[in-house]
């Protein structure tokens, strides 16, 4: 069975330090792969997708970026944190025939 | 443009049925979804329709979608405590690899 990993669990960084988050999958070949903002605690906001390595589509303009080294390996960074980065990040990996989005357990990341 | 609306709360008493409602814009939606979240957890996902269905039944889960009013629902049958979380609806575009997520309801169960 399928299962996707998100680390870490919680964060705390000062503004202005570097970020990265990692979302890894496991069962599975070639999935689709997602980034998600939750911000105080409600709606989510579509960040990245990727159908492919090295293949990433932006939804909003940001401070962020994201980069997939490997088929299963999805990777969220910043080089300079800002207070508005602080919220709740949803890694999600879907197949492409249903495509339907499965989460990960999510980052909780508090900029300070 | 693309659009999921859905009640911010809701609350009912442990052993009632809850409806969760929630309505979108896009007409060329294939796929529509329910999910869970509960507390500082991921989203989990609970059910979903292709948009050629009707009425989707899963043990307590009752899904309706009325495709002409783009208007969906979640119906949880016996209501318990444990169901108490944020239900987000979401629809999923023709063609496309994007889901587009509403804000979410915030179900509360009293006991």
């Known amino acids: 069975s399928q299962t996707i990993h998100q680390w870490p669990a919680t964060l705390v960084q000062p503004v202005g330090s570097p970020l990265s988050l990692e979302c890894t999958v496991e069962?599975?070949?070639?999935?689709?792969l997602y980034w998600y903002r939750q911000a105080a605690g409600r709606g989510l906001q579509l960040l990245f997708y990727?159908?492919?390595?090295?293949?990433i589509s932006s939804e909003v303009p940001q401070n962020l970026s994201a980069s997939r080294p490997q088929d299963r390996q999805f990777i969220l960074s910043s080089k300079k944190l800002l207070l508005s980065d602080s919220g709740f990040y949803l890694c999600a990996w879907s197949d492409r025939v249903v495509e339907t989005q499965y989460f990960g357990p999510g980052t909780r990341l508090l900029v300070l | 443009g693309e659009d999921v609306e859905q009640s911010l709360f809701l609350s009912v008493r442990e052993g009632d049925s809850s409806v969760i409602n929630c309505t979108y814009t896009?007409?060329?939606?294939?796929?529509l979804y329910w999910y869970k979240q509960e507390p500082g957890a991921g989203l989990q996902l609970l059910t979903y329709i292709f948009s050629n269905m009707d009425m989707k039944q899963d043990q307590r889960l009752t899904v309706l979608l009325n495709k002409k009013d783009k208007h969906l629902s979640l119906r949880i049958a016996d209501t318990q405590t444990g169901d108490s979380a944020i239900y987000f609806c979401a629809e999923r575009h023709g063609g496309y690899q994007k889901v587009t997520f509403g804000i979410g309801t915030k179900l509360q169960v009293i006991p």
């Open positions: 990727s159908v492919g390595i090295g293949q």
């Open positions: 069962g599975t070949s070639n999935p689709n």
């Open positions: 896009d007409s060329s939606s294939t796929y």
